[in-house]
């Protein structure tokens, strides 16, 4: 009898050639673009299981239900709190606070885009910011694509500061048992700096010449903010909810929940109190309202991906490539950090983030024993979420949040091509990941 969870290969094929055919012919089609990722990903979990390199209950073991729940519950509060029109307020309370000075506003949508995709997360930060950034920007008669470029790094930098910020880190901290206080204590504080030195070159760059006559300011400063919140009892409860989503991540190891656990239970408790009122069709409608803006194209994608690299996992593949990783470095431990760190950032320019995130950390974990357990390679785990997410900002390509950013642009008639943004975004993630090289070395090693 074949034990649960063993691979068996029609026609005496090896399961680590097989799954790591499916993984790469998965990874081509994700690149391709030309179907969507997440149907790629449902075939290929579909494949390991029918060839046999993985039984299906074993398939059901490799799929993360933290990190499903923690993105779920996270689309749910989002997907409430935005009808509010708090965002909104935010942005254009933020320019009145700065008298409508171009320059001021470029650093005061920066700061907001950075700490809401802390709290929130990048993707739906921007999409509740760009479309405020261009209307202001309409009425200073001032380039939007300065703003906009800003926004994506800010989102990008303000993301990987926290466990909920970017997809990433939520693989990271649910698959690898990092809590939200570890990423605040070990990434927030070089993406602070990160986050200063980007707001700097921006200004030297763009900020410091723009300019816009007094008329056009004035319209900026007669905009109405608080007009922006189209249902007050909603603001009082997200921001109530939301308030406890945080305080309960930062207290999750004592209150022994895990994210997903804490994500899920605000996403329901803020669906009970935007439902309370409301009754028979009405109460049905507005929960599958809720529902639909759920990114269920990303959820499957998850699901798919988890399995495929499961299988690789069950292999043998990826202790091999561990080892091979250990030997490279030397077994330095630092010379492996810096490895992750730049490898993430170059591949994760060029390539999505999550399924090369979802690949390293099973590698990563088969380097435990080389490096001294899992304790000792704690650092790898932050030089993989800083390469990730901040090598995103490279080019338009690199992550879902500039994505969304240039299909805003587009829609409005505003041009944010490819190589434009490449001119100015090589530079910048390259000076990121030097500031972040340096301060795991100084921290760490």
């Given at each position: ?23 790469a ?13 997440a ?62 000075s ?49 926004e ?23 698959m ?34 723009l ?67 409301q ?7 507005n ?129 944010f ?22 301060y ?6």
């Amino acid at each position: 009898m074949i034990a649960a969870g063993t691979p068996h290969i029609p026609f005496a094929l090896d399961p680590m050639w097989v799954s790591m055919t499916v993984l790469a012919v998965t990874y081509a089609f994700i690149i391709a673009g030309r179907l969507n990722r997440a149907v790629v990903a449902l075939i290929g979990a579909a494949v390991v299981v029918i060839v046999g390199a993985l039984d299906q209950d074993e398939a059901v073991k490799g799929i993360d239900w933290d990190t499903i729940g923690l993105v779920i519950g996270m689309m749910i509060l989002v997907a409430i709190s935005r009808r509010s029109g708090l965002f909104q307020y935010l942005a254009i309370w933020s320019a009145q606070r700065v008298k409508a000075s171009p320059a001021g506003i470029l650093l005061t949508l920066q700061i907001a885009t950075a700490l809401l995709s802390g709290v929130l997360n990048n993707v739906s930060t921007v999409l509740l910011i760009v479309p405020v950034t261009l209307a202001i920007t309409e009425e200073l008669e001032v380039s939007a694509f300065p703003f906009l470029f800003a926004e994506v790094f800010a989102s990008n930098v303000g993301g990987t500061a926290t466990l909920i910020g970017d997809p990433p880190n939520i693989l990271i901290g649910t698959m690898a048992g990092l809590d939200f206080n570890s990423f605040l204590a070990n990434v927030a504080p070089v993406c602070v700096l990160v986050m200063a030195v980007q707001a700097l070159l921006v200004h030297l760059i763009w900020g410091r010449a723009l300019r816009a006559s007094p008329e056009r300011r004035t319209l900026v400063m007669g905009m109405n903010a608080p007009g922006m919140i189209s249902d007050w009892v909603l603001l009082r409860r997200s921001v109530l909810v939301l308030g406890a989503v945080l305080a309960a991540f930062v207290a999750a190891a004592r209150l022994h929940l895990h994210p997903a656990t804490i994500a899920i239970t605000g996403a329901a408790a803020l669906m009970l109190l935007d439902n309370w009122q409301q009754r028979g069709a009405k109460q049905a409608d507005n929960v599958h309202r809720t529902f639909a803006e759920i990114e269920w194209t990303t959820i499957f994608f998850f699901i798919g991906l988890f399995v495929v690299v499961h299988a690789v996992e069950v292999s043998g593949l990826l202790i091999l490539v561990a080892d091979k990783l250990v030997g490279l470095t030397g077994g330095n431990i630092a010379a492996a950090g810096a490895l992750i760190l730049w490898m993430s950032a170059v591949l994760s320019a060029f390539l999505d983030n999550i399924p090369f995130v979802a690949t390293m950390i099973p590698v990563i974990k088969g380097m435990a024993p080389a490096f001294g357990g899992p304790s000792a390679i704690a650092p790898l785990w932050w030089c993989l979420s800083l390469g990730a997410c901040l090598g995103g900002n490279g080019t338009l390509t690199g992550a879902a949040a500039n994505l969304a950013v240039a299909g805003i642009a587009e829609r409005n008639g505003m041009r944010f091509g490819f190589i434009q943004y490449l001119a100015y975004g090589v530079p910048m993630t390259l000076v990121s990941i030097a500031i972040c090289q340096v301060y795991v070395w100084l921290r760490y090693f």
